[in-house]
């Protein structure tokens, strides 16, 4: 009975348990429940962040918008290419016909910095340098947009070493090397495209980063895949000189080569490459639409499209707009790569590959004489940033030389595509990862080196940027204190570098013997 009685009791507190768990909650239309859930979410997000990333990309975007807005309206003058560059711009803002040697996306992009910023170009022509500007208002809003890309510059490049493995102190001095820089630095602050170049090729290879390490078949792989197609057509629909880096994307993600990932499928591959076409294609309709007048770009296109041009010769009142885009955009890219090919005359600023790699030749792109005092921009790579990309380049060669007896190419069982059978293993992991960065180091020089054209020293940008990669890969795998000393070396050389020859970044006025103390090298005037 006893044992009855205590059965009993446990039925009846199970039976009061479940009435009390499913009677109505009284506060349901309480906002109360989804608080916590939302605080705890903010919670598991903020907890996966690291901190230490956060606050070194913070220091490094700071630094870098400091140092490109700094004095950015000085010279108040047309500086070097900015005689193209601004004249472009302003044919594009008056709807006038143009033609260039490089595809319209960036100058489009300076375009539209331009409006937003409140560009009025008047009726000035930038048509030699050192030719004083109207106005702020017809050429800082230009300059402040390729200054806004070159922002980003250094943290990309931090965040790039860290999704290539490098720990805090490698990637934060590769951030230091490209914020000091002092050739990328002053790219980035005149009216020119050069700062879009390299920040859509960094967001090309970071993609491109996160892409292969992505699960096949999965959403976020898909999505990563139309992210790398469209930067990479976006550098290429600046400058057809970045196709280095879509090329070098395209041949790992194809092949599988170098890294431990799965090749993308030809599905997945064709789907990039829609991306990055689209966006180039989409640059080139809008250069046509905004060619309304004629101009200096009409004998570069057919009769028929020219008689489309209020002004033309051709010109035919009731010929339809543009009815043939498919054909003007093959004939425009097609007169662009012969227009290339054929540029044969010589200028007094040219250097050869090379003279880069040594920092042996800079361009003066303006100078000015007044009360004794000389005032230049004179654009040269940072000497501490030059001398360490070369040693890195030279002793990353020297380790892949020696160590490519003990590369081993291994059949994999049970896959039947030829380009699955095989597996290339390598004596260490960070290898691989090199002999990518190296490989896209020497073919963003290749066509300097067998092309006769004039050349300068900005054309060196892109690959000195896979070398800074490569400084940061190679320091990575030093010992600890090693690296923590060599890290802090460089990044004091660095910034003294940037700092000594601060003056030919900004135009800061110095003594002529002043001026000349800055030539480190012979060809340096």
């Known amino acids: 009975m006893a044992k009855l009685t205590g059965a009993r009791k446990r039925a009846i507190k199970q039976h009061q348990t479940l009435q009390t768990k499913s009677a109505p909650d009284e506060t349901a239309d309480e906002p109360r429940v989804k608080k916590p859930a939302m605080i705890a979410a903010l919670t598991k997000l903020l907890g996966s962040v690291n901190w230490i990333d956060v606050t070194l990309v913070v220091i490094l975007l700071v630094s870098s918008f400091i140092t490109r807005f700094y004095k950015i309206a000085e010279p108040a003058a047309v500086v070097f290419d900015e005689y193209h560059f601004w004249d472009f711009i302003a044919m594009y803002w008056r709807k006038t016909h143009l033609f260039d040697i490089h595809p319209p996306l960036g100058k489009l992009l300076l375009l539209l910095g331009g409006y937003m910023g409140g560009f009025q ?49 490698s990637s934060f001095t590769t951030g230091t090397m490209v914020l000091c820089e002092t050739m990328i630095l002053i790219e980035s602050r005149f009216v020119l495209v050069d700062s879009q170049v390299l920040f859509f090729s960094q967001m090309a290879l970071l993609s491109a980063l996160y892409l292969w390490k992505q699960p ?25 000189t970045t196709l280095a880096t ?19 499928s030809i599905i997945e591959c064709v789907a990039a490459a829609a991306s990055g076409l689209s966006i180039y294609i989409f640059a080139d309709w809008v250069h046509f639409a905004l060619s309304v007048y004629s101009g200096m770009g009409d004998p570069f296109l057919p009769p028929h499209y020219q008689a489309t041009l209020i002004g033309n010769k051709h010109f035919d ?13 093959l004939t425009k890219n097609v007169q662009m790569f012969r227009s290339n090919k054929s540029i044969k005359v010589r200028h007094p600023w040219e250097s050869k590959w090379y003279e880069w790699i040594l920092d042996m030749r800079g361009i003066l ?40 007896n003990r590369v081993r190419l291994r ?53 000195l940027y896979y070398a800074i990669l490569l400084a940061g890969l190679l320091m990575n795998h030093l010992p600890r204190v090693v690296k923590t000393n060599v890290g802090a070396v460089i990044i004091v050389g660095t910034v003294f570098c940037f700092y000594r020859w601060s003056p030919w970044v900004y135009g800061l006025p110095l003594t002529v013997a002043g001026q000349k103390s800055l030539e480190l090298f012979k060809r340096w005037n």
Not at 390 to 403: D, E, G, R
Not at 427 to 432: C, I, K, R, T
């Open 121 to 169: 170009p008047g009726d000035f022509g930038a048509d030699k340098i050192g030719k004083v500007y109207p106005s702020t208002e017809s050429f800082v809003s230009l300059r402040q947009t390729s200054a806004f890309f070159g922002v980003f510059h250094p943290a990309l490049t931090y965040l790039t070493s860290r999704a290539l493995g490098c720990d805090f102190v």
């Open 216 to 240: 096949p078949k999965t959403t976020s792989r898909w999505f990563m895949v139309l992210v790398t197609g469209f930067f990479a057509g976006c550098a290429l629909g600046i400058k057809w």
């Open 246 to 264: 879509p090329g070098i994307i395209a041949i790992v993600s194809f092949f599988g080569l170098f890294l431990p990932t799965s090749r993308l």
């Open 317 to 329: 009142a009731s010929a339809k707009r543009k009815p043939f885009f498919p054909d003007l955009f």
């Open 365 to 404: 792109y303006w100078n000015n004489s007044a009360g004794g005092q000389e005032r230049k921009i004179y654009l040269i790579g940072n000497p501490a940033v030059l001398l360490v990309a070369a040693s890195v380049v030279v002793c990353v060669m020297l380790i892949v030389l020696y160590n490519v």
């Open 411 to 463: 059949r994999k069982p049970k896959e039947k595509h030829p380009l699955d059978q095989y597996k290339i293993e390598l004596p260490f992991d960070w290898l691989g990862p090199a002999m990518i960065l190296l490989l896209t180091y020497w073919l963003n020089l290749l066509p300097f080196i067998f092309v006769q054209r004039a050349a300068f020293i900005y054309h060196y940008i892109p690959g």
